[in-house]
């Protein structure tokens, strides 16, 4: 276990913010990399079954948990807590980030979007 198929293992997945990609995953625990585009920002979320640690590799941003807004610059990393309200937003660069997801159920569907730029929001 760890290492994804091959033909998992970096497969890109596009979003309207940008993409993400899966690398790597174990019992308990997945790795993504993240970009959000240059004033883009994802969707205000939360998950039920998950916490994620952030680490932010380049570009800038920001960064919000809990009800607080944190910069992001390479080297920021932020601890998402099971539960918590977050969303990342990038700057006047591209925000690059390596999520680090531990948790029973490490899936999409373990996404609550709380508010969205692109109506993804299920009432």
Request: net charge negative.
């Amino acid at each position: 276990m760890g290492l994804l198929p091959e033909s998992l293992a970096g497969q890109r997945v596009e979003r309207p913010w940008g993409w993400y990609e899966d690398l790597l995953e174990g019992p308990g625990y997945k790795l993504k990399r993240l970009l959000i585009r240059n004033g883009q920002r994802l969707s205000l979320q939360r998950h039920q079954h998950r916490s994620e640690n952030w680490t932010v590799v380049s570009g800038e941003g920001e960064l919000f948990c809990d009800g607080h807004w944190h910069q992001a610059t390479p080297g920021s990393t932020l601890h998402i807590p099971c539960g918590a309200i977050h969303r990342a937003r990038g700057g006047e660069g591209d925000l690059l980030i390596i999520e680090v997801q531990h948790g029973t159920h490490l899936e999409e569907t373990d996404i609550e979007r709380l508010e969205d730029d692109f109506g993804r929001v299920i009432s």
